[in-house]
């Protein structure tokens, strides 16, 4: 009987191709994995209503939310690390006088701090999803797991100078995650490991974005896709295609899983 494996997905630029689309090489892959008694699992920057769809559609419930901060395993909330109020106050009010608006995420919903804006609209249009609610005061009442902070890279030490509370991890020309301090893809993995109890050796995970840097370089068996930036295929063990030419099956055959 084949050892049960637990293969953490990252999603955009890994499960989903450039179209943000799942190629059909990738769903008959975690097909044929969950044949096999293996755990599939997602680890994304994306919140949970972000790709509910995804989930349904691969049947997966056990997921690493927003860089590592909401963290589910079979369904169970296991982990939760919700940003400082406030310092994200602070942080809102200086991007609002800046002209930088900012998104806030739960696990249900995304609400900008501004009715409208060019960087938010361009940014989110590459995710397939609309431009988010307006209630700038929604951080107050609620626990925010992730902000989106809209602003050119060269505008973003100001940020990282003056908030030492949160990492900054660039997704977008125009966006950066704001995440609380060293948080990370692995730290939510880490969390689900000890609730499973599966040993490093068995831990597999794929991704190709800076946000993947720190998942890969813990993972035993990492997978760097070829679409991937240098920075994940210099931490990765391996390195497969690139997502749109079979790269995670390819990848799969490469670490001896199918």
């Known amino acids: 009987m084949t050892q049960q494996s637990i293969i953490f997905f990252d999603i955009d630029g890994t499960l989903l191709d450039h179209n943000k689309e799942l190629p059909g090489s990738t769903v008959e892959a975690i097909k044929e994995l969950k044949r096999e008694g293996h755990i599939v699992a997602i680890a994304t920057g994306r919140g949970p209503f972000m790709y509910k769809e995804i ?19 079979e369904g169970e909330v296991v982990y939760s690390n919700p940003l400082q109020k ?27 701090n501004v009715p409208e804006h060019s960087y938010i609209t361009e940014s989110i249009k590459t995710l397939k999803m609309g431009f988010p609610t307006y209630d700038p005061s929604y951080y107050e ?8 902070l809209f602003c050119e890279e060269k505008d973003e030490k100001q940020y990282i100078d003056a908030f030492p509370e949160f990492d900054f991890v660039r997704w977008h020309p125009l966006s950066t995650d704001v ?4 948080g990370s893809k692995a730290k939510g993995i880490e969390k689900a490991l000890e609730k499973l109890q599966i040993p490093a050796e068995r831990v597999y ?20 896709m070829g679409n991937g930036v240098d ?16 790269g995670i099956y390819h990848g799969l ?3 001896g899983l199918l």
């Open 55 to 73: 989930r349904e559609k691969l049947g997966i419930n056990t997921y690493v939310s927003y860089n590592g901060q909401y963290v589910v395993v």
């Open 86 to 112: 406030a310092a994200l106050k602070n942080l809102t009010e200086d991007a609002l006088e800046n002209n930088t608006p900012v998104v806030f995420l739960d696990p249900d919903v995304m609400k900008a």
């Open 141 to 148: 009442n609620n626990a925010i797991y992730q902000t989106l």
């Open 179 to 182: 995440l609380p301090k060293d």
């Open 205 to 224: 995970a794929f991704g190709d974005g800076l946000n993947d840097v720190e998942m890969l370089s813990m993972v035993k068996n990492s997978v760097a």
């Open 231 to 246: 920075e994940v295929k210099a931490c990765a063990k391996y390195v497969t295609k690139p997502v749109d030419e079979d």
């Open 253 to 255: 055959k490469m670490v």
